[in-house]
């Protein structure tokens, strides 16, 4: 990978500006004497958090109640607008996720049926199918998804 990819994620798209300030006073009020970090378990994915916490240059440790205006407009802000730089890329064994499924061998592949239960219908992740990620992923399923619906449609 050659230079750098900036990401700019919006992580409230179904709240304005606004209404994220709102919030975030009301989940503050409410934390008092919490921890920066443990008072946004509403707001955020607990796996986001540290993160988050280490990009908002807010110590995990400082009291909500010790935040000042800079710093909750910088968090308010961050909610709507934060910016990750990728640097590089992770081994590939860490993009497959999921595995398992509906073996292959029971799908009859021309219409995505089961072999063993008569109008049933297999698509996407639901099978037994390892992909790389980038595409491929989401090809197997756009592509058994489209014959599995006309497959079934064909038959009622």
């Given at each position: ?6 990401l700019?994620?919006?992580?409230k ?5 606004e209404?994220?300030e709102?919030?975030?006073r009301?989940?503050?009020?409410q934390?008092?004497?919490?921890f ?6 509403d707001m955020?994915?607990a796996?986001l958090i540290?993160v988050?916490v280490?990009?908002?240059q807010i ?5 909500v109640?010790?935040i000042?205006k800079?710093?909750?407009?910088r ?8 910016e ?7 081994p590939?064994?860490?993009a ?11 799908v009859d ?10 109008g049933?219908?297999f698509?996407g992740?639901i ?8 595409g491929y ?9 489209a014959v599995?619906?006309?497959s ?5």
């Open positions: 990978m050659q230079g750098h990819v900036v700019r994620l919006n992580l798209p179904a709240l304005t500006q209404a994220v709102a919030r975030l009301r989940e503050f009020a934390a008092g004497r919490k920066f970090g443990n008072s946004m378990s955020l994915p796996s540290p988050f280490k990009l908002a110590p995990h440790d400082r009291q109640s010790q000042t800079e710093q909750f407009e968090v308010s802000f961050m909610l709507k607008n934060l990750l730089t990728v640097v590089g890329q992770r590939l064994a860490e497959i996720v999921t595995a398992g499924g509906v073996k292959t061998s029971e592949p021309r219409t995505m049926e089961s072999k063993l239960v008569s049933l219908y698509a992740e099978l037994d199918v390892d992909a790389y990620t980038g992923n989401l090809q197997i399923a756009w592509s058994t998804g599995a619906g006309e079934a449609a064909r038959e009622n």
